[in-house]
């Protein structure tokens, strides 16, 4: 941490800085330059209130140095994680890229055994699906809930395929981690702490969605929050900021890929769905995210999206799925990867 | 409803839209323009998956008319809501601006009953604290808990505030409902859905803030939640949304203040001290919101902001806080409200 | 200037820091940390290229210390700067809040003079009036050009009114220098740096709106351009920044005003007719503004909104402004300034 | 045009709005909805100042239907642009993908031969490099004006290389005009409508970049400009926008390069140097553009970037873009097309 004095600030202001300082623990390196004096603060304490300082007298600002996540960075763990997803054991992580389909919500038994089908035989790894929803509207469908569940793990046991379901709060934990192969934390719960913690007392892959708002800092907290309750599978998922931008759901920062990269080992996967909101802008953002170096992607699929219960705008159809799945193929291949 | 079709679209694939639209038990109107052919759809159903029809065949997109919302509108409740806050019964919502103060965090009975007498001489109307925090890194002091709350207990019979703490779980709901005058819902879980359901079974008024990223239609749909789940007794609370602007923690936005009054009948009070993030904009971005109509006023107050255990930066001392209470009073005046 | 390593760098890597911040003319200071090592850079240099180092093997990244504006910082001139406006020679930023109202577009001659009265009436010290228009569609009205500045003339000397009016282009300046009384740069040249450098040979006070997106640090650097060229008489005029928010046009920020009363001794005007887009808008926010210490204001009025060529749905009419400017007077008077 | 009235409209009041919309030359069709009655206008004038009905008593709000732009749209012009750039008459908007790589500034006659001479050998089709810089500080390295684009016109005759170089004002657009095949409108002069107008009436291709916070809309508005005044060689640049997002310069938003392709028939370029800020995010996101479909690429390159006059922090090597050009070479033919 950097405390930058006001220009003028007095040698006593000074004192004083560095007395709050030596309070947290750190040693203080005083450099006088040409305009202002700065006050570099030594000591691994990432964690202490020290913004707090910024109140003492002549305090311009406090420029923060270290990272304030520590197990998800590299620093900790150079090499980069690799999670085995379900009754297969993919390796996400490592040079195949892993694709997990399905709708946004579990309707019926009939929608969820087609969709799989599809999404096995087009060569996904996983099948997605909420059996509880979280809803903007409270008049929205909330989901089929238990008997969802049930459905997905019909669905597993045909197919063989990893199921991704969401975990909405402690209450419906238990219940989910006992079908899920993975549990979704969605954007909206990403800051959702008790959930965090209890999800990270769980022996199961976590995918944890980006907050529609968050940095990468706090992104990779909230991953550390898992990762300090005793999980250290935590899957990271870009699905989108919230920008300005009108002509799409949310604004898909593909650079959050490489940067993610550099910062952390934890996988990253791409969700252009949610990423983009509108289906036909699904493939090819699909494309890029493989060619920007993602580990797996994310995305909806309904066979019938006009009659969706929810996010039919930007779920793709099974054929529009299987051809896709063919150019990732290609693009994946282009760049020494596998699908 | 209006699902605008794009230009060159046949009668058929009209014909198409209007057969999903009556799906839906609504009322088609065709209007055929100069360029491209729309479909009006009459009928309140507005939580139906509309959006769905996108994906009919040469749609160009979908414009909604009806505000998704209906209880927290002024369609439904043309009078302002007017609430009771603590044992003073203040009434919140009418001629009188309430301002709640106090720290962060709940760190020691001493802080906080030093704290409240300050705020309830300077002419406050309530006390916040928080007893369970929700904080961005799992390292930072996460609140005195159930201690917590009996000290804020202790703070409320001494000087008559109105209590209130934050709710960050369904765990901690009773406990906390037991002693706070109002239930505060934080902007990371504005929307938690099961939490708002929760609150809504309490009779005890809520403070809602506005998510970080969180649109008006968007933060009025969380009030839904609660006033359909049997609690009409919302507060909205504007605390600064995430722009690219670097100088202050979040942008607070006053024009929602006003926007806020034309969508809804309730009451509406801003964050200064989230919404900027900086303890030495409190003081102007105070006034500017009494200006601007708000209700009520809540922002951190410690003090020695410099050992803060959180959010130091923001909070103001009591001897400012009592200098703006001179202010704002002044202020309220000039529009013909008062403190 | 700190230059942050990654941890792991060896001390030959740092030594090639070294030699590059010394090429800048710039001293260093090594303060070897717990987790990594920082070289702070001593010396005002504001303007090398420093972000080059950033390439630099095993740097992780650069922080600023110094501003890069100089002339429009409150280091080089303490006391606030105050400018006389207008044949009537208002001081703007001195303890009275001045007032500039008029149309978005000089219409016609009768469309001016009548406002011009009204505006007079009400107690503005200003008349605002675009001759000639950047409009962002090719098919809107482009404004009267010269026939306009002649109206704009004309209603100065019928009221004594400071005329407040657009420079789009080199081309025009010298035409609209003549006859304005402040050269207004709008929002969208706010970075077109050759009409800053020539409106700094001009010896006319300047109105220079933020950019749309512009961080503040920006706007002040369009302020040193001009500035730096010749003419230290600029106002800065925030105006709304685009966020994702969709009620209003703009966000407007109303904490810049006290931050940028921190960072320059420059006079700081608000338009909420921009920042808001919503005629409705305008009363709140123009109270807000001055309550949070803005030196003026400046917003859209117009005989008949309704038929207005441009900006019609932010415009008030004369009787609303009137009546604001009541209102406005009790706010200054509230935070001891006056209208 | 869909004109929405609040609910309690009453006949006259929408009668009022009908006479509006007749002063526009439009025709109305009003629906009554069940709580709102609408009008919706009929006839395609788009550029009318409508907004001002807004100001109706008892609107709601204004819905627009058609895009504001027309020439730039796919309604008019259905099959893709293909613009021939350069010397060797490459076809931007066909089946190659474009790329154009080169430093921000021209510093000297031996940095751009060298570079060119690189960028040649590499396989791209065009040569960037700045002879007149907008910079956002009067302090920072202006360019060398016409010197530079003396230099720019060397390295073509040496490599056949096509110039693509800014022009920042109607000073300098002879003269630039004179050297170069592309001319470049940077970001900040997206919306400075007498450059835009100027350029039109050029017969050469125009690169025009996204400003930094436009929506689509207007960066097809801005395009519009050009097309109007008479030359139809427009090429879109998506370089990022402002976002709340800091480990990055700006978000690239590759979603807009589908999208603009549904929008307009005009070619779609991507510039990941500006649309990331660092070298290292330039090659993954280069793959990303191709793999979304984007019709070219223009980014920074530069022999010694920890020595450049600006922008050094975002510019490959020579050795880089070589390897970055084999890759995508890989990636294009992935997707069907080729570099």
């Not at 300082?53 to 150079?78: D, F, G």
């Not at 990423?275 to 802008?281: C, D, I, N, V, W």
Request: glycine content about 8%; charged content about 25%.
């Amino acid at each position: 941490m950097i405390v930058v004095m006001k220009p003028g600030a007095t040698k006593d202001q000074v004192r004083h800085v560095v007395g709050l300082v030596r309070e947290f623990g750190l040693k203080e390196h005083i450099i006088e330059g040409t305009d202002r004096t700065v006050v570099a603060c030594i000591g691994d304490k990432r964690m202490v209130e020290k913004d707090a300082i910024e109140n003492a007298p002549m305090v311009e600002r406090i420029v923060p140095i270290l990272a304030p996540y520590k197990m998800a960075s590299l620093e900790v763990r150079q090499s980069r994680s690799v999670f085995e997803i379900g009754p297969q054991r993919f390796p996400l992580g490592a040079a195949r890229v892993g694709v997990i389909a399905g709708p946004c919500s579990v309707e019926s038994r009939d929608q969820i055994l087609r969709t799989a089908e599809a999404v096995k035989e087009s060569g996904c790894i996983g099948l997605r699906g909420g059996a509880f929803k979280p809803r903007t509207s409270p008049y929205a469908f909330q989901g089929l809930g238990s008997k969802g569940l049930a459905i997905l793990a019909e669905a597993r046991e045909k197919t063989g395929l990893a199921i991704v379901t969401e975990v909405i709060g402690l209450e419906q934990l238990d219940e989910v981690a006992e079908v899920s192969d993975v549990l979704q934390i969605g954007a909206r719960n990403m800051q959702h702490y008790p959930l965090l913690e209890a999800v990270g007392k769980v022996r199961k892959p976590v995918l944890l969605k980006r907050g529609m708002s968050a940095r990468l800092d706090e992104f990779l907290l909230a991953a550390e929050y898992i990762i300090n309750a005793g999980n250290n599978q935590v899957i990271l998922c870009e699905r989108g900021i919230r920008t300005f931008e009108e002509y799409c759901r949310n604004t898909l920062c593909l650079t959050a890929v490489p940067a993610l990269n550099e910062m952390t080992h934890l996988p990253v996967v791409v969700d252009p769905s949610h990423g983009t909101g509108h289906a036909h802008f699904v493939p090819p953002l699909c494309r890029a995210a493989v060619a920007a170096g993602a580990d797996g992607l994310i995305l909806e699929c309904h066979p019938d999206p006009e009659h969706a219960s929810s996010d039919g705008a930007q779920s793709v159809t099974p054929a529009v799925l299987s051809d896709l799945m063919n150019q990732l193929h290609r693009v994946a291949r282009a760049i020494d990867r596998d699908l």
